[in-house]
Nanobody, 125 residues
Framework: QVQLVESGGGLVQAGDSLRLSCAAS????????MGWFRQAPGKEREFVGG??????NYADSVKGRFTISRDNAKNTVYLQMNSLQPEDTAVYYC????????????????????WGQGTQVTVSS
């Protein structure tokens, strides 16, 4: 069982930055694929970015603005979000995959078996 706890969301203005954190339980965190997804009102949950053991992958909509990193000593994955825009407004979810490894499995929800509770990010214009 893996527990994920997100933090760092909030209300910011367009152009601002935020850093989300996701603290995970689990002895082998360093082997997990970790992903960030978001869900805006009335929309499906969509892929934002993910990190495997050695690589990252991003949605086109955030590429160049968002950066994912992980600190295996702290069992934590981060989502640094720069140049935020109103269309980035959503609930952001952290996800962990203990079964699938590698960047091929990062982009789709079905390959993740644990989810956090989500943290709200609101960007005003």
């Amino acid at each position: 069982q893996v527990q994920l706890v997100e933090s760092g969301g909030g209300l910011v203005q367009a152009g601002d930055s935020l850093r989300l954190s996701c603290a995970a339980s689990g002895r082998t965190f360093s082997n997990y694929n970790m992903g960030w997804f978001r869900q805006a009102p009335g929309k499906e949950r969509e892929f934002v970015g993910g990190i495997s053991v050695g690589a990252t992958n991003y949605a086109d909509s955030v590429k160049g603005r968002f950066t994912i990193s992980r600190d295996n000593a702290k069992n934590t994955v981060y989502l640094q979000m720069n140049s935020l825009q109103p269309e980035d407004t959503a609930v952001y979810y952290c996800a962990a995959s203990t079964s699938y490894r590698g960047t091929y499995y990062l982009r789709e929800k079905r390959f993740f078996d644990y989810w956090g509770q989500g943290t709200q990010v609101t960007v005003s214009s």
